[in-house]
């Protein structure tokens, strides 16, 4: 029984309505944050790192390489794996058997293939075969260019069955209701399945591109002066490696860290209400 002198307690007009949980509180953040902070005081306050920190990244070379060269690796080569990976993607679900097994060929061969070995098969094998074959000099296809050949036709794999998943995702209902109203098949993909499916498809599409832009990394072996490369060049020439690798990583942790929570921001504004 309820005691009839008991009051119900209501907070007044002053009182906060919020509580803090320490359990949902982002501290993986606060710590990576106090790692940043760490050193970016390591690099105003120690000649060492702030000499290092100024061969990674160089300004204003920095607009040509380094930095800004990981960035439009990165960019460029999403970009174009996407739409690639939009076409095997739909090729991967055609009706056609002979399309259908093609695309799923390209997948899995690619897919089995590590990301390292592609860039040097594409580099040193498939744009030389293209040069004679186009009588083009081997030369004056410069390496950055063949790099991001390499990463856009290596993420088109996997992005083309992000692109499967997400398309068969969307509920057939939809695209009867497409058929019922009179739309073609072509007009259903673009109009019905895809807006819904990109919905469902951006986390995986977001880790795509964070796994890209780390992938950059490995054109170093091609002498693409990247910041992975500008740093081995610091590096070697001034037997620094622990304030060149200790800023590099940091410069990718920063880099990767804005993109995912740029991404989780994004996914929840394009979110559905429930």
């Known amino acids: 029984m309820t005691d009839p ?37 390591a690099i105003v306050f120690t000649d060492a790192y702030r000499e290092a920190f100024d061969a990674i990244l160089p300004l204003p070379a920095s607009f040509t390489q380094g930095l800004a060269l990981t960035l439009y690796l990165t960019v460029g080569s999403f970009v174009v794996a996407t ?12 009706r056609n058997t002979f399309i259908r097994n093609l695309a799923a060929t390209y997948i899995e061969f690619v897919r089995g293939i590590p990301v ?54 969307v509920p057939t209902t939809q695209t009867e209701a497409g058929r019922s109203i009179g739309l073609s098949e072509r007009q259903i993909t673009r109009k019905v399945v895809l807006p819904q499916a990109v919905r469902n ?19 170093s072996i091609l002498a693409v002066r990247e910041i992975t490369q500008m740093a081995r060049l610091y590096s070697g020439s001034s037997f620094r490696f622990r304030e060149s690798f200790f800023i590099l990583v940091v410069i990718y942790v920063v880099l990767t860290l804005g993109l995912s929570l740029l991404l989780r921001w994004y996914e929840r504004r394009i979110a559905i209400p429930r």
Request: overall charge negative; glycine content about 8%.
């Open 201 to 219: 498809m951006l986390p995986a599409l977001g880790n795509d591109l964070i796994s890209l832009m780390k992938d950059t990394s490995l054109v």
């Open 5 to 41: 002198g008991d009051k119900e307690v209501v907070p007044g007009p002053g009182a906060s309505i919020y509580t803090f949980d320490a359990s949902e509180f982002p501290w993986w953040l606060v710590g990576i944050l106090t790692i940043i902070a760490a050193m970016v005081a």
């Open 83 to 94: 739409a690639l990976g939009l076409f095997i993607g739909l090729a991967r679900l055609s």
């Open 116 to 169: 390292i070995v592609f860039i040097f098969l594409v580099a040193l094998v498939f744009t030389p075969d293209f040069a004679d074959l186009v009588n083009m000099e081997t030369r004056s296809i410069p390496q950055g260019i063949r790099a991001s050949a390499a990463l856009s036709l290596f993420y088109a794999a996997f992005i083309a069955e992000v692109f499967r998943a997400g398309i068969q995702s």
